[in-house]
């Protein structure tokens, strides 16, 4: 009797765990489209007109070894959305083998035809390349019109705002250099792109306006908690793994990424596409009252 109610014990363990297991197979297809507005904050308020913003989309942690959804999925899905601009916030792949793999996302991306262009920036998986097969990666990313930024910036120009895209490179494999990055940064928006968001708590002292990152997964197995972050930074014992957020009265983004790493499952996450309005100052108040009592970084 004994072993018969063990036997029926355990299989029905078996079971449960299977089904589990299913479900959080099953939870990495179900690909979530987030759409943020950033709020600009009483005190900005006299800097900003409306209508006057840019849809960004950001796509982070695509993990080509184990993608949630094909390219034809990510463009059906985009296709009729008014895109801006597109930045990639890190993890692509980790194994020489799947660069190739990036070609047909990449020509999604280009299909969007975003106004402002294509930024991406690197994260602690890329970086396990070899040196030779990262130099492939950025020469891809670059031969489809991504601009690759690494601890550098940019300065586009949107109906007479200017706008400053701050690459901060990856903060886990201590490649970071934020003072690098701001170098010949212009008055005016600035928007960091980065792909561990640790990095904002060494950020005192550099001004932005809107920050996005990624490399959470937003737990990735996120039930009951997401123990397996603990080592990943301070940000996860502040329980700022995923969304929007705010620290030092600045605003920032933790994307829950698009692929996984390790076990192909999620459980408490989906993977994310986001998509954020962003308003732009007025062009003759494009630096922000914040940033006139901050040093000229």
Known sequence: MFTMLLFLSIGVVAVALTALLYKAYTNTRQVMINRINVDIGPSYEDQFEAGKEINVLQ??????????ISPKQLYDKLKDEQIDLIALTGDFLDRKRSIPKLIPYLQVLNRLKAKYGIYAVFGNHDYVLKRQDFHSLKKLLEHYGCRTLQNECDTIWINGTTVNIIGIDDFSTERSQVGKSYKGVNRGYR???????????????FHYDYLLSGHFHGGQIHWPKPYHLVKMGKLVKMNMIKGLHVY??????????????????????????????????????????????????
């Open 248 to 297: 030092d009265d600045k605003p920032f983004y933790i994307s829950e990424g698009l692929g996984q790493t390790g076990l192909n499952i999620r459980l408490g996450s989906r993977p994310e596409i986001t998509i954020h309005r962003l308003p732009l100052p007025v062009p003759d108040l494009s630096i922000s009252s914040r940033e006139k009592t901050q040093a000229a970084i």
């Open 191 to 205: 928007l960091v792109l980065t792909h561990d968001p640790n990095i904002v708590l060494h950020m005192k002292n």
């Open 59 to 68: 796509l982070s942690d695509m993990h080509l070894e184990n993608i949630s």
